[in-house]
């Protein structure tokens, strides 16, 4: 436990208790972790709210400053964090150091962004001005999908906002942000950053402790629900990105074998571990078929293997909770449909299963209906558009979502009609810090990343001063 330490107050400490990080390419323990108590998060909200007072009126300057500084340090350290981030998580080295790049470029890109006074009227009556105050301690809960990229879509914003943190990382992939944390206490004021780990029971006392401010959360949507009604115990700010069911709309000007590898990787990046991946596929049925059977081919061709070996494309599922809910997303994916490529658990150490194709399956069912997290796409034909948008648009999730067609007219008509936050055309999966970013319907509350990010971190307040 002496390699990894919980961040409070600007020490570097050991948790109350320890708990196992297992590597879920092997199942065996990659190390032992501090694991916080209630006692340590309170010192730490504590250690944040003393730091607020002082790190609120730090130039903003002098914020930005630090938070890049802290992208150069996490930028020098890609491999070894790289590294570490794929033992822990799973995905292929490739991803994960691809991970802390993004990391480095989201933290130094929203620690450009600026708050300016806003003046709204100025005559010979009033004055009217309008500010963006920070709010006091952020509590960032952070998923084990993206361990650390995750922590740089809230902490700049936050941090350059004027507020102080508490970051909460997942009790499965706790170690690479408790390195950050390394980096973190060498370039921050002491209490302006804190970071806990739990296994997953201080998730309540952080949303409703009383000295937190808001919260920012990333995570499922029943989760979501939870911190929400927490949050209401003193009308906390929130901030949810929750879960999606992403749609992609294929239609019929299309060549199968020309989308289907933006189809395929934007279903299966990570093992299909990500909030925005296409979780359903509309087909039109004049290529249903060689659409399936492209998808099918290069589902067969992926090496799904240890993220650290060479050449693996796919690596396993991230802990044994969510392989065992993918295994039953296959069982009703052999109830109802067709499975033509993959279906297969892999007969090996690890939480590994196949991508996997299933085509004859339709609304209704488990594996369209609901979000699988997995490698599973199911593909359901179609024969209007308009029968195709009133499917997509049934679900209770409005996260994502894409049209592929060759008529660009066409397709950006359908995709303002779909009901997500972001809608691609001929491509899934592409954000990034300057493109705002918020779900739609039970997908979330708030935005995140660009200014509109950054807002969601202050609190306006209008100067109305008489003349």
Same mark, same amino acid.
């Not at 300016?116 to 952020?138: A, F, Q």
């Not at 679900?395 to 060759?406: A, F, H, K, M, Q």
């Given at each position: =436990?002496?390699d990894?330490k @919980?961040l409070?107050? +600007?020490?570097l400490?050991d948790?109350?208790?320890a ?5 879920p390419?092997t $199942?065996?323990v990659?190390a ?9 998060l309170n $010192?730490?909200?504590?250690a /944040?709210?003393?730091a607020? #007072?002082?790190w609120r009126?730090?130039p ?6 630090m ?6 340090a996490? $930028?020098a350290r890609?491999?070894e964090?790289?590294? @570490?981030?794929?033992?822990e998580?799973?995905?292929?080295l490739?991803?994960?150091?691809a991970?802390i790049a ?8 929203l ?15 009033r004055?009217?001005? =309008?500010?963006?105050?920070?709010l006091?301690v952020?509590?960032c ?5 993206f361990?650390?990229?995750i ?6 914003? /936050?941090?350059?906002? +004027? ?7 997942a ?5 690479? !942000?408790?390195?950050l944390? $390394?980096?973190i ?11 806990v780990?739990?296994?997953n029971?201080? +998730?309540?006392?952080?949303t !409703?402790?009383?000295?937190?401010? #808001?919260?920012s959360f990333?995570?499922s !949507?029943e989760t979501?629900?939870k911190?929400? /009604?927490?949050?209401?115990s003193s009308?906390k700010?929130?901030t949810?990105?929750?879960?999606g ?6 239609l *019929?000007?299309?060549?199968p074998?020309?989308v289907?590898p ?7 990046m990570?093992?299909?571990?990500v909030?925005l ?5 509309y087909?039109h049925?004049?290529?249903?078929d060689e659409?399936c ?10 090496v799904v ?6 050449g693996a494309?796919i690596?396993p599922l991230?802990?044994k909770?969510q392989?065992?809910?993918v295994?039953?997303f296959?069982e009703d994916a052999?109830a ?6 993959g279906?297969q ?9 196949? *991508?996997t194709i299933v085509?004859?399956?339709?609304d209704?069912?488990k594996i369209v209906?609901?979000?699988q997290?997995? *490698? ?5 034909k ?8 009133e499917? /997509?648009?049934?679900?209770p999730? +409005? ?8 008529d ?7 995709a ?9 055309i001929?491509?899934?999966l592409?954000?990034g810090p300057n493109?705002?970013?918020g ?6 509350i708030?935005v995140?990343f660009?200014e509109?990010g @950054?807002?969601e971190f ?6 109305n001063e008489?003349?």
């Amino acid at each position: =436990m002496s390699d990894y330490k @919980l961040l409070i107050g +600007g020490q570097l400490v050991d948790g109350d208790a320890a708990m196992d990080v297992i590597n879920p390419a092997t $199942e065996e323990v990659l190390a032992v972790c501090p694991r916080g108590s209630e006692r340590q998060l309170n $010192e730490a909200v504590a250690a /944040a709210k003393a730091a607020f #007072k002082t790190w609120r009126k730090v130039p903003m300057a002098d914020r930005r400053a630090m938070v890049m500084k802290l992208a150069d340090a996490v $930028e020098a350290r890609v491999d070894e964090f790289g590294r @570490l981030l794929t033992q822990e998580q799973g995905k292929p080295l490739a991803e994960s150091t691809a991970e802390i790049a993004y990391t480095a470029a989201f933290l130094r890109y929203l620690a450009s962004l600026d708050l300016e006074n806003k003046l709204i009227e100025d005559n010979e009556t009033r004055r009217v001005e =309008m500010r963006r105050k920070p709010l006091g301690v952020v509590g960032c809960i952070i998923p084990w999908n993206f361990p650390v990229l995750i922590v740089a879509f809230k902490a700049p914003v /936050a941090l350059l906002a +004027g507020n102080t943190i508490v970051i909460k990382p997942a009790p499965t992939t706790p170690l690479t !942000t408790l390195r950050l944390g $390394e980096l973190i206490n060498e370039i921050f004021p002491a209490g302006v950053v804190n970071i806990v780990t739990d296994q997953n029971d201080l +998730g309540g006392v952080l949303t !409703t402790h009383p000295d937190v401010a #808001k919260i920012s959360f990333t995570g499922s !949507t029943e989760t979501g629900k939870k911190v929400m /009604a927490s949050a209401a115990s003193s009308i906390k700010r929130i901030t949810l990105e929750l879960g999606g069911n992403d749609a992609a709309i294929v239609l *019929p000007d299309v060549d199968p074998k020309v989308v289907a590898p933006g189809i395929f990787g934007g279903a299966t990046m990570n093992a299909g571990q990500v909030c925005l991946a296409i979780k359903r596929v509309y087909a039109h049925e004049s290529i249903y078929d060689e659409l399936c059977d492209e998808l099918a081919r290069l589902a067969d061709a992926a090496v799904v293997d240890d993220g650290l070996k060479q050449g693996a494309q796919i690596g396993p599922l991230q802990n044994k909770m969510q392989y065992e809910k993918v295994k039953g997303f296959l069982e009703d994916a052999r109830a109802n449909g067709n499975i033509i490529a993959g279906g297969q658990v892999e007969d090996r150490p690890g939480y590994f299963i196949r *991508p996997t194709i299933v085509r004859d399956v339709t609304d209704g069912t488990k594996i369209v209906d609901e979000e699988q997290f997995g *490698p599973i796409l199911p593909v359901i034909k179609f024969s209007d558009t308009e029968e195709a948008l009133e499917r /997509a648009n049934a679900s209770p999730w +409005g996260l994502g979502g894409s049209v592929w067609s060759n008529d660009r007219d066409k397709a950006y008509e359908l995709a303002c009609e779909i009901d997500s936050g972001t809608v691609w055309i001929n491509k899934h999966l592409d954000f990034g810090p300057n493109i705002p970013f918020g779900g739609a319907k039970q997908s979330g509350i708030g935005v995140e990343f660009a200014e509109e990010g @950054l807002y969601e971190f202050t609190q306006i307040q209008v100067i109305n001063e008489a003349r």
